[in-house]
């Protein structure tokens, strides 16, 4: 019997546990939620918080003890260090602790791809009260570790950093807040695995901030297209750039996904890069449809220490592919229309739902992380599957009561225009 310990039980990572199911590999649970989706199919379920360290790693040894325990990964979540503590403590396969925190820590991170020589933009590592930068104006500050853009947000002067250094402080574990020059420019998801050292990049997208002007000073992506609208010249560049990162924090197995930035001067800037697969659904449910590549699959056989045939890391076929999110107005909700309707329309292959939302339900102003629910396209090309998901998700209406005293504002569709 082959175990895998699965770090997250959310809708994120519900692909892996159901791709290690019909490997005939058993899984287990880890989340802080005890209603997390994974634990209805998983074989066995603790509902521990995936960053507390010591209590998962208390978990694995449990486990081991139990019925054995054979490898340890994550999808979609930002616990490297804890997947890396659980596979040191039992000699399992995976990154070690430092490569976990270099891709995990911004900070850390950005020190490193300094040292390298990674092209990165000028920032500021700030831990005191009373925040001075030297780094030019507009610019985004980020907390040092957390996830789904909490706390990150432009600011255009000192007075805008003093009002969000707090927060962004807070938020990150070691108190240390970055602060990036922001790069106007194309924004690229880049997705691939180290075998033997070598990265093999499996996925590029386009990633989508048309409604940036709506929700400034944050920055909340509306998902993104494949295939890239960007020349071979370029993508070459991409897959290097990404590469040498990869090579900088020394990640020498596993799965990894980079954020590169194509600046209006053309120079490629590599914002950020894991040790783990993406969210989103990007690597489970978008890219095996648009390329035939199963990287969720080659994840679990490196987790596991099995051997991987680098002929499944190729291109089988290439479709379109378009990915949008739902943006809700802030309110009770008094009507749901439209959702069975989006699900059977043409080109859509994934409504997957987020934050479970039904009528009566208030819901928060739209943050990267309270997003409804995406929906997936696919076509014979990029331009198609943008069409038939702008008309999917134009067919959904949920209607709201705003609060008292709550401006309400027309919500962007996914090309930047008002409905």
């Not at 590549?293 to 045939?309: F, H, K, R, S, Y």
Request: aromatic content about 6%; overall charge negative; proline content about 5%.
């Amino acid at each position: 019997m082959t175990v895998l310990l699965i770090i997250g039980g959310g809708i994120d990572q519900l692909p892996a546990y159901e791709c290690a199911h019909q490997l005939g590999i058993q899984t287990v649970a880890v989340d802080w939620n005890a209603d997390a989706p994974a634990f209805k199919i998983a074989h066995q379920s603790y509902a521990v918080s995936t960053k507390d360290i010591e209590a998962v790693v208390a978990v694995a040894k449990k486990v081991k003890e139990s019925i054995g325990l054979d490898g340890v990964m994550t999808i979609g979540s930002e616990v490297s260090p804890t997947v890396a503590a659980v596979a040191d403590a039992l000699s399992l396969p995976g990154v070690n602790s430092q490569v976990a925190l270099l891709t995990t820590n911004k900070c850390e991170r950005a020190e490193r791809f300094l040292q390298a020589g990674v092209l990165f933009p000028r920032f500021a590592i700030l831990d005191s009260d009373k925040p001075q930068i030297h780094v030019p104006y507009p610019a985004v500050i980020k907390p040092s570790d957390n996830s789904a853009s909490r706390g990150v947000r432009i600011i255009e002067n000192d007075e805008e950093l003093v009002m969000a250094f707090s927060e962004a402080k807070n938020l990150a574990s070691d108190q240390q807040v970055i602060i990036e020059e922001l790069i106007p420019g194309d924004q690229i998801s880049i997705e691939g695995v180290v075998v033997d050292g070598t990265l093999h990049v499996t996925a590029i997208a386009d990633r989508n901030y048309s409604r940036n002007d709506y929700f400034y000073p944050l920055m909340v992506e509306d998902g993104g297209e494949m295939p890239t609208k960007h020349s071979d010249n370029v993508v070459d560049r991409l897959c290097t750039a990404f590469a040498t990162a990869v090579s900088s924090l020394e990640i020498t197995t596993g799965p990894t996904k980079g954020d590169l930035i194509i600046a209006e001067d053309g120079r490629i800037y590599v914002i950020e890069v894991t040790s783990r697969l993406s969210g989103g659904g990007f690597c489970s449910r978008v890219v095996p449809r648009v390329n035939g590549i199963n990287i969720v699959e080659t994840t679990i056989q490196l987790a596991l220490g099995l051997p991987v045939d680098l002929i499944t890391l190729k291109p089988k076929f290439s479709k379109g592919m378009c990915h949008r999110y739902y943006f809700h107005q802030e309110g009770k909700i008094t009507n749901i229309q439209g959702l069975e309707k989006a699900k059977k329309m043409p080109g859509v292959v994934e409504l997957v739902i987020n934050q479970a939302f039904e009528i009566g339900k208030t819901l928060d102003a739209v943050t990267y992380a309270n997003r409804l629910f995406y929906i997936i396209t696919i076509a014979d090309d990029r331009d198609t599957a943008i069409k038939l998901a702008e008309d999917a998700m134009n067919s959904v209406v949920i209607d709201v009561e705003p609060a008292v005293n709550i401006e309400v504002k027309a919500v962007p569709n996914s090309k930047g225009t008002y409905r």
